[in-house]
């Protein structure tokens, strides 16, 4: 039997990952003794590894393919498919920024004030090209991690650090500079594995199926009762995917009304629904929208 060798991100989208993957319909199995969780699949074997790993295991052709942020792929310069985009993360399912951050009460104000200059950051490959492109000499030094520390102990001029809501970087009397780029997470295969029909195939299933999960998170199902004179009015309240789906009462004058909807609003149309005569409102989360 063929199998899909699939990386799975370790660390702060181990969780998240997992987890989207059971609402996508694939149950992973962490073992804390090892690296190859279980998965209710045969067509998939999984590995965990770093992000910052990933790519370079992809293209290589240990892993066929996995999820991984696009500034590894960068940062590796990893020739791999991207495959597909998947807008989540722990906290805020929001794109990551990379950004120049120095001291609150530093003299630098612009890139080219870090002429000379020492910066503290994960991500070397990337930020080294970046600054010899700007044809400005900087000292880029690896961060094992407390990046912002570095900086504020003044053992380097500026840091390149990752930040979804800038609170760290403030907390720590950081400003930003200047940003390098954006990142989110992305699904990524081996080229040869992409050229392979069989793989090529699983890899569009899954992927459509997590895509499908993730659009699912932002909506949700209602369905409720609604007399036959206040019909029209509920229809032309509710926004849908296409058309609600209305079904006659047996034996009454009343209609069954469902359709899905973006979760956000649904505090508000309730009360708008209530008013309008709608009864037995059901609200229910969905797992997938395809």
């Known amino acids: 039997m063929k199998q899909l060798k699939l990386g799975i991100p370790k660390g702060s989208l181990e969780k998240a990952?997992?987890?989207?993957?059971?609402?996508a319909g694939w149950h992973i199995k962490l073992s804390s003794r090892n690296y190859f969780p279980e998965v209710d699949d045969p067509e998939l074997s999984c590995s965990i590894c770093r992000p910052q790993e990933m790519s370079r295991y992809i293209e290589d052709g240990i892993l066929d393919a996995g999820i991984t942020g696009k500034d590894w792929t960068l940062e590796n310069e990893s020739d791999v498919v991207v495959v597909e985009d998947l807008i989540y993360s722990k906290v805020s399912r929001k794109p990551t920024r990379w950004v120049i951050a120095v001291p609150g009460d530093s003299d630098i104000q612009?890139?080219?004030?870090?002429?000379?200059k020492k910066i503290a950051t994960e991500l070397v490959g990337y930020s080294t090209r970046f600054f010899a492109e700007k044809k400005i000499n900087v000292d880029i030094e690896f961060s094992w991690g407390a990046?912002?520390?570095k900086v504020v102990s003044g053992l380097a001029d500026a840091i390149v650090e990752v930040t979804e809501t800038e609170?760290?970087?403030r907390a720590h009397g950081l400003?930003?500079?200047?940003e390098l780029m954006t990142s989110n997470t992305q699904f990524v295969a081996n080229k040869a594995t992409w050229e392979?029909?069989?793989?090529?195939?699983?890899?569009k299933n899954i992927t459509m199926l997590l895509q499908g999960a993730?659009?699912?998170e932002k909506i949700v199902g209602v369905k409720m009762n609604v007399p036959e004179e206040r019909l029209q009015a509920i229809i032309d309240l509710l926004p849908s995917l296409n058309a609600p789906t209305v079904a006659h009462l047996y034996q009454t004058k009343w209609y069954s009304v469902e359709t899905v909807i973006a979760a956000h609003v649904i505090r508000d149309l309730v009360p708008r629904l209530l008013d309008e005569g709608a009864?037995?409102?059901?609200e229910y989360a969905l797992n997938k929208i395809i």
Do not use: V
């Open 196 to 203: 392979d029909p069989w793989k090529q195939r699983k890899i």
């Open 110 to 116: 612009s890139l080219e004030d870090l002429e000379g």
């Open 175 to 178: 400003r930003i500079i200047h």
């Open 17 to 23: 990952t997992i987890e989207l993957f059971a609402k």
């Open 167 to 169: 609170s760290t970087i």
């Open 214 to 216: 993730l659009k699912a």
């Open 147 to 149: 990046t912002e520390a």
């Open 279 to 282: 009864e037995g409102i059901i």
